[in-house]
């Protein structure tokens, strides 16, 4: 007997599923988005005015290490080579980031070997603190006050709305130091992006004889009795419509201007000063180097506080935030049939690739297991 799911979301994380689920056979998906589009926030869109492939929520580069999720994106799209790299404005000059050997010899007028550099980064760093707490702890005790102030404190404030003081030591791990020339800001094995953009992906992933797309329609938990399963997207406590209160998250704001030639030569930009009041700006024409364009289109980006009405972007996931994603997590156990998956509905930071890999992992589990002892979380949000 074929069995009917309903997928809330039509982003990486609901496509996969979708589509994994949809290839056996044994199941009919109904995938609900809510906006008029697929893809989520990782949503393309080919610019009219100046033929610029636009990523609408902020830049996507893909990037894995995972074999795997590279062969499953590679089959829904060709993919153009492409090596993030990103400029960083400060009080003292621009310079490259991740910091790197160039960045630390240019920022303190040195030419010093791997070696040489690593050395005085650690003489830089706070001994007196032994073990970091907060972000600005692990900053100030691995790099120092100078890197810090430069490159992080004032950026740090304005992408999360809180004193870094407040931001767990685990975020500064995402940006490295190397100590060579390496100015790739990722170290995956696999980069790019696709020559058609993110949306034409999930379409193609989608395209299955068992999968319906129904677009501009959310999904009513209310509704949830009529499907054998349900895998939800959408942030965890809109689902018990924020009965128990409010996840807190970021959200991101841009403000569009056009131009003609090279804007400011590189696809991102960040502005690391606090007095800036943009994180970064982004020009998207960059992000297609296969392509050739007259205009260019760019957007100054500002994060701010998601209030009800606003796109979530990152989970800000505070100490109070993580005590009320408990109390959500217990009411989730009792729930059946029901499976909360990506970003939102784990409350977790994650790049697409982790959101595909998660997807393509918990799929198979399903498949391996009776629909009674289905997971209720792609992956544990604590």
């Given at each position: 007997?074929?069995?009917?799911?309903?997928?809330?979301?039509?982003?990486?994380?609901?496509?996969?599923?979708?589509?994994?689920?949809?290839?056996?056979?044994?199941?009919?998906?109904?995938?609900?988005?809510?906006?008029?589009?697929?893809?989520?926030?990782?949503?393309?869109?080919?610019?009219?005015?100046?033929?610029?492939?636009?990523?609408?929520?902020?830049?996507?580069?893909?990037?894995?290490?995972?074999?795997?999720?590279?062969?499953?994106?590679?089959?829904?799209?060709?993919?153009?080579?492409?090596?993030?790299?990103?400029?960083?404005?400060?009080?003292?000059?621009?310079?490259?980031?991740?910091?790197?050997?160039?960045?630390?010899?240019?920022?303190?007028?040195?030419?010093?070997?791997?070696?040489?550099?690593?050395?005085?980064?650690?003489?830089?760093?706070?001994?007196?603190?032994?073990?970091?707490?907060?972000?600005?702890?692990?900053?100030?005790?691995?790099?120092?006050?100078?890197?810090?102030?430069?490159?992080?404190?004032?950026?740090?404030?304005?992408?999360?709305?809180?004193?870094?003081?407040?931001?767990?030591?685990?975020?500064?791990?995402?940006?490295?130091?190397?100590?060579?020339?390496?100015?790739?800001?990722?170290?995956?094995?696999?980069?790019?992006?696709?020559?058609?953009?993110?949306?034409?992906?999930v379409e193609k992933i989608l395209d299955h004889e068992n999968i319906?797309?129904?677009?501009?329609?959310?999904?009513?938990?209310?509704?949830?009795?009529?499907?054998?399963?349900?895998?939800?997207?959408?942030?965890?406590?809109?689902?018990?419509?924020?009965?128990?209160?409010?996840?807190?998250?970021?959200?991101?704001?841009?403000?569009?201007?056009?131009?003609?030639?090279?804007?400011?030569?590189?696809?991102?930009?960040?502005?690391?000063?606090?007095?800036?009041?943009?994180?970064?700006?982004?020009?998207?024409?960059?992000?297609?180097?296969?392509?050739?364009?007259?205009?260019?289109?760019?957007?100054?980006?500002?994060?701010?506080?998601?209030?009800?009405?606003?796109t979530p972007y990152y989970p800000l996931r505070l100490q109070k935030?993580?005590?009320?994603?408990?109390?959500?997590?217990?009411?989730?156990?009792?729930?059946?049939?029901?499976?909360?998956?990506?970003?939102?509905?784990?409350?977790?930071?994650?790049?697409?690739?982790?959101?595909?890999?998660?997807?393509?992992?918990?799929?198979?589990?399903?498949?391996?297991?009776?629909?009674?002892?289905?997971?209720?979380?792609?992956?544990?949000?604590?």
């Open positions: 007997m074929t069995k009917k799911i309903a997928i809330a979301g039509a982003g990486f994380a609901g496509a996969v599923v979708a589509r994994e689920l949809a290839e056996t056979g044994k199941y009919k998906i109904v995938v609900f988005e809510s906006r008029p589009h697929l893809a989520g926030n990782c949503h393309t869109e080919r610019d009219a005015p100046t033929g610029v492939m636009v990523h609408q929520y902020g830049p996507h580069i893909f990037h894995t290490s995972r074999e795997d999720v590279w062969a499953y994106v590679n089959r829904f799209a060709k993919f153009g080579p492409y090596t993030n790299r990103v400029k960083a404005v400060t009080n003292r000059g621009v310079f490259s980031l991740p910091i790197n050997l160039l960045t630390i010899n240019q920022f303190f007028g040195k030419t010093f070997n791997p070696e040489e550099a690593r050395e005085f980064i650690g003489s830089l760093g706070d001994s007196s603190i032994e073990d970091p707490k907060t972000f600005e702890d692990q900053a100030l005790k691995f790099l120092g006050r100078d890197l810090y102030d430069a490159f992080f404190y004032g950026y740090t404030k304005k992408q999360w709305g809180v004193e870094p003081t407040e931001l767990p030591a685990s975020i500064l791990s995402r940006l490295p130091v190397r100590f060579n020339y390496d100015d790739n800001y990722y170290t995956s094995r696999y980069q790019g992006i696709p020559l058609e953009g993110y949306t034409a992906i319906e797309v129904q677009l501009g329609e959310k999904f009513d938990p209310a509704f949830k009795d009529q499907f054998d399963h349900v895998f939800w997207s959408g942030p965890i406590d809109a689902y018990y419509n924020f009965e128990l209160g409010r996840l807190q998250y970021r959200s991101l704001q841009f403000e569009r201007f056009d131009a003609t030639g090279d804007h400011q030569g590189n696809p991102v930009i960040n502005y690391c000063e606090a007095k800036v009041p943009y994180t970064r700006i982004t020009e998207h024409k960059h992000f297609a180097p296969w392509e050739q364009h007259e205009k260019t289109v760019c957007f100054k980006e500002y994060s701010k506080l998601a209030e009800p009405h606003d935030d993580k005590e009320l994603l408990r109390e959500y997590m217990d009411r989730i156990q009792g729930e059946p049939n029901i499976t909360f998956i990506g970003r939102l509905g784990t409350y977790r930071y994650l790049d697409m690739h982790v959101v595909i890999g998660e997807s393509l992992d918990l799929a198979k589990t399903c498949l391996e297991k009776s629909q009674s002892e289905w997971p209720k979380f792609s992956a544990s949000p604590l």
